[in-house]
């Protein structure tokens, strides 16, 4: 559920017209529903109420400054994988004792201004990280908390380029090299394991694979736990999908009920890192025809919002649903929705069927919350969007628009 829609034919955020925030913005425009983010971390918290759980909303979804603060003062935690997200979680207002940091690459500054922090705990990918991490510690006198990232192999069934739970994946240690892991853990000084971490993919649109995964974690607690290693914190990581086109995924509740009667009775805190679910749907991108073009094969709708803006049809083949801003009752047309930048992988969508959009008009492509900025760039020299929040009949600009001087800026 989101909170754009149709009201005297014309798309709104909220209690907002698309078409006043573009005439005022500028397009491309992210627009975000402030009522929608806060909804979707509600039901997805509210889902795990019966166990001692922390949401640890996953910054890389959506890192906007305020839509992270807008999530901290909702009681959100967060999951980070640099020192710029940790900065961010910082800036936005998040207590340190509710940050993890995963990623399979921490230098050293970045374990080191984590630790200065004191972030509750590090979810570590090597052998190599482990040692780096006690060094570091060490040498600013502290004990750091991790947990191990395990790499179950489970298959998540979503597309290749974010699977990360298989054993071909670069991600986490494998349970035999974790075992091993966890002993050396436990003999260094500077190094305190405490948790247990996986994250198997994103975009899961069944519960299975996160039960099969959850099943492989808790056995391989108890084997710990023979060893001595006791283990309190349970990280599942995020990966719950979001409906693009026809997908059915889990309703958070669903989900929550599912792990929490797995995880019941066991004695863990659980930690989740929910990104997708909580910022997908609460942002759209609009765009504005800047021409129409027909081939002899295609009819082309030419928009200012490109793979810069948004790189996931391009990266992933993904379906982002498309749909004019002002209803209109024109004949349908099968377009290939494409952008400026010179490439052939620049599209949007391919073969969508809309009424004729004429020049000049502006589109609105869905689910552009999380995974759009974030992954955006200035390729082409193209000047990053600007990202507004639509809180009821508030508008904050969250990021204004890039100029030319900001493209320039840190060249010489
Ligand atoms: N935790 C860890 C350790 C992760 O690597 C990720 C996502 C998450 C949590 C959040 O996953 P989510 O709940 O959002 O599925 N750019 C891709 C998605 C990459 C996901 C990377 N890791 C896309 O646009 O589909």
Redesign the pocket.
Known sequence: MHHFEIKNNELHAENISITELAAEYGTPLYVYSAATLRRHFQAFDSAFTGLDHMTCY?V??NSNLSVLKLLAEMGAGM?I?SGGELFRALKAGVPANKIVF??VGKKAYEIAEALKADILMF?VESVGEMHRINEVAESMNKVARISF?INPDVDPKT?P??S?GMKKNK?GLDMETAKEAYKTAKDLSHVSPIGM?C?I????TTIEPFLEALGKLLAFRDQLGEMGIEIEHLDL?????ITYDEEEPPHPKEFGEALSQALTGKGLKVIL????????NAGILIGEVIYTKKTPTKDFLIVDAAMNDL??PS??Q?YHRISEVVQNNRPEIDYDIVGPICESSDFLAKDRVLPEIKQGELIAVYSAG??GFT?SSNYNSRLRAAEIIVDGDDVIVARRRETYEDLLKLES
């Open positions: 996953s890389k979804a999951d994988v995963s990623g979810n990232r597309h380029y974010i990360t991600f971490d994250h993919g994103s975009q899961l990581g995020g990966g719950l999908g890192e929910p990104g997708r679910v909580i910022a997908g790189i996931r990266l992933y993904s999380a995974y992954m």
